[in-house]
T-cell receptor
Framework: AQKITQTQPGMFVQEKEAVTLDCTYDTSDPSYGLFWYKQPSSGEMIFLIYQGSYDQQNATEGRYSLNFQKARKSANLVISASQLGDSAMYFCAMREFGNEKLTFGTGTRLTIIP | NAGVTQTPKFQVLKTGQSMTLQCAQDMNHEYMSWYRQDPGMGLRLIHYSVGAGITDQGEVPNGYNVSRSTTEDFPLRLLSAAPSQTSVYFC?????????????FGSGTQLSVL
């Protein structure tokens, strides 16, 4: 069964520094997809980035990149040059091939300090 | 561009009352789902649907009913509200259930059961 673990309940990072949010997953299926979502204080869920298990390269979207280490079953989100607007809750999620369900982790609350 | 529309945004119920959370999407998405978000527990799947007339249970279905009579609408019914159902509820949809299909979320409903 698919499972997502986010071990950092909260993080504080200085503005303009890079930050890495950890995500590990558990699955026996070789085909799966990994997602990161951002939830600002306003409450909406914003899709950030996607990584497929067979993708040869790590996914990147602007300041967001995904450090995908398949053997370690980790999919850490890296935010470069953090900004005050990056303060939010961040969720990692995964879906196995043939499974309609998207399973979420418990989230990490990121606070950017000016 | 409506996307996923959830109503109401806020609701207070007394124990034992019933209510329906409405969800509609205008993107012709096959897949629709309901999640609840509780502190420290991330987003947990309640029910989902892969098309009109088809629904299935997620991780925490007890106390909730759903139906999918049209592609656009996926209401969530609480038949007899309990304080344990106090939560933030999100409706989400995607075009298909493909591996790389991201979920589009509604703005959420904050429900309090007294």
């Amino acid at each position: 069964a698919q499972k997502i673990t986010q071990t950092q309940p909260g993080m504080f990072v200085q503005e303009k520094e890079a930050v890495t949010l950890d995500c590990t997953y558990d699955t026996s299926d070789p085909s799966y997809g990994l997602f990161w979502y951002k939830q600002p204080s306003s409450g909406e869920m914003i899709f950030l980035i996607y990584q497929g298990s067979y993708d040869q390269q790590n996914a990147t979207e602007g300041r967001y990149s995904l450090n995908f280490q398949k053997a370690r079953k980790s999919a850490n989100l890296v935010i470069s040059a953090s900004q005050l607007g990056d303060s939010a809750m961040y969720f990692c999620a995964m879906r196995e091939f043939g499974n309609e369900k998207l399973t979420f982790g418990t989230g990490t609350r990121l606070t950017i300090i000016p | 561009n409506a996307g996923v529309t959830q109503t109401p945004k806020f609701q207070v119920l007394k124990t034992g009352q019933s209510m329906t959370l409405q969800c509609a999407q205008d993107m012709n998405h096959e897949y629709m789902s309901w999640y609840r978000q509780d502190p420290g527990m991330g987003l947990r799947l309640i029910h989902y649907s892969v098309g009109a007339g088809i629904t299935d249970q997620g991780e925490v279905p007890n106390g909730y009913n759903v139906s999918r009579s049209t592609t656009e609408d996926f209401p969530l019914r609480l038949l007899s509200a309990a304080p344990s159902q106090t939560s933030v509820y999100f409706c989400a949809s995607s075009l298909t259930t493909g591996l790389n299909e991201k979920l589009f979320f509604g703005s959420g409903t904050q429900l309090s059961v007294l």
